[in-house]
């Protein structure tokens, strides 16, 4: 089947293109005065309603990883992986009640201003560092080739550093504008990006249907899924016994069943949504309920996002194994979702090109301005320019995101950093992975124990990416394969390997331990900590009523798919 796209498809894009192009323009001669508040153009302070905040966290959060990364998941694991979406919600829960009114009392700008206002300016440095290394050469480089690779395959395969220079000048002409174009534009991206994802698993689910001879009626072919792939709708992966085949153990070792719900998955999605410059900064410069309410709106958003970016990867497993895939070459996962969008007819090919653009740019565009915010305003302001105007931020801010994006195509011009070698997925969850235990410790205690320490939070950081590194790469060889905290599981590659949840789960508890041990070594009451009261945390009745809503529904999916 002939991949390229049409002329009706490039019509549909470059339509899509001005529409996003025009508006965020239109956004940012409206708000122009911005160029001389550094505070309004990085966090468009008091500007955001709910549903740009919303729309924004999602906007930014679903990107090529998600549509060519979780959708190869699908394709590979099954509905298991859709946890991550829904957990997610549950963990924008979390955020919306516990952490957002910490951050908004204490007035919170930046996650390494939190650090220093809780801990010392030591903690905030190395964290910024960091976060800027990791926001550039991790997330900021997988978004770009992922994406590029994904649209030149739909393209025809010959466009890669075209379209790869093409997107970054899309984010960069949205992402000079501030966070109120970003996130003012993000409405219109995740509009585009649920409207052709839908598509695109509607006609997954109509070509399964056609497929296997029951019609061209899209509940028909989910049912098929069903049938022909039973194990792809259980949401708990089962633990390997003595005859599992490598297959059964590589799902494991993916996804550990219920012990990624007592460990793993909670500490990546707290770590994400809730101490994470990219995802907090769209609710930081809002009101507490107008913060509360859009955080909610993304976590309904979330329950949707496995039906768009998982489930054509279950379609593609079930057309690829019937014999009815074939330009899935090889069954490689990450071209999953490109080999579906070859049965969109012309015209919705474009569409669904639009919205994983529309992912892309939104995501590129989000990194970039957190980027430009912590390099500005924690690290040039206070170690560089200390005396730099509101005028001269905004223009220090604007280099870094050209600087970044500019690094992230060198970096990816060539795929030197080998993202298409370990898949994009794989890639993010382990670089994130191996520092989230220790961030999210320090966080956490940070914000609700008072006698955690700037010591303690210092040894937390260091302490969880060594113990990381040693769940993860050398724990087994040094003590064995099967122990009381982890058992070991041949990965097919002659050596044994610890689930990376578990990995995570372990590293965060003895972080914990170790911080708080040191902690008790400092006054009962850190002179830096939080205050924090009751009443902060008290919700209106129309949060809970969303609170609820988004528990029951995850309450249902789960017990339909256990």
Known sequence: MNQNLAFADYAVFIIYFIVVSVYGYTVYRKRKQDEQDAKAYFLAEGNLTWWAIGASLIASNISAEQFIGMSGEGFFLGIAVAAYEWLA????????????????????????????????????????????????????????????????????????????????????????????????????????????????????????????????????????????????????????????????????????????????????????????????????????????????????????????????????????????????EGGVKDEAYSAILTFLPTGLKGLSVAALTAAIVASLAGKVNSISTIYTLDVHKKYIQKNAGEKQQVNIGRLAVFVA?????????????????????????????????????????????????????????????????????YAPALFGNDTLLYTAYNNGKGAFEIPFHICMGLSFLFTMIAMILISFAGPKVNPKAFEIDSEMFKVKPQTTVLIVITLLIIAALYVKFW
């Open 405 to 473: 994006m500019l690094l992230a195509v060198l970096f990816t011009w060539n795929d030197v950093l080998g993202i298409g070698g370990v898949g994009g997925f794989t890639y993010i969850q382990k670089y994130t992975g191996f520092i989230s235990p220790g961030v999210f410790a320090m966080f956490f205690l940070g914000m609700f124990w008072k006698r955690t320490t700037g010591t303690a939070a210092i040894v937390g950081v260091i302490l969880g990416f060594l113990l990381s590194v040693l769940f993860n790469e």
């Open 89 to 328: 919600a549950i963990a924008l829960i979390i955020v919306a009640v516990w952490f957002i009114p910490v951050y908004l009392k204490n007035k919170i700008y930046t996650m390494p201003q939190f650090l220093k206002t809780r801990y010392n300016e030591s903690t905030a440095l190395i964290m910024a560092v960091f976060w800027l290394f990791l926001y550039v050469f991790v997330n900021l480089t997988s978004i770009l080739y992922l994406g590029a690779v994904a649209i030149n395959k739909l393209a025809g395969g010959e466009y890669l550093h075209v379209i790869m220079l093409g997107l970054a000048i899309f984010a960069l002409f949205i992402s000079l504008g501030g966070m109120k174009v970003v996130a003012y534009t993000d409405v219109i991206q995740v509009a585009v990006l649920i409207i052709g994802g839908l598509v695109t698993s509607y006609i997954a689910l109509t070509t399964v249907a056609e497929a296997f001879g029951v019609g061209q009626n899209a509940i028909a072919g989910f049912k098929v899924l069903m049938q022909q792939a039973p194990e792809h709708f259980k949401m708990i992966i089962p633990k390997p016994t003595a005859t599992s085949s490598q297959l059964e153990i590589d799902k494991y070792l993916t996804f550990p069943g219920l012990l990624s719900y007592a460990a793993g998955i909670w500490i990546i999605n707290l770590n994400y949504w809730g101490c994470n410059q990219y995802i907090t900064q769209r609710a930081l410069g809002a009101d507490l309920q107008t913060a509360r309410t859009g955080i909610l709106f993304a976590g309904m958003l979330k329950l949707l996002m496995p039906l768009i970016v998982m489930l054509p990867g279950i379609a593609a497993y079930v057309l690829y194994t019937s014999g009815h895939l074939p330009q899935l």
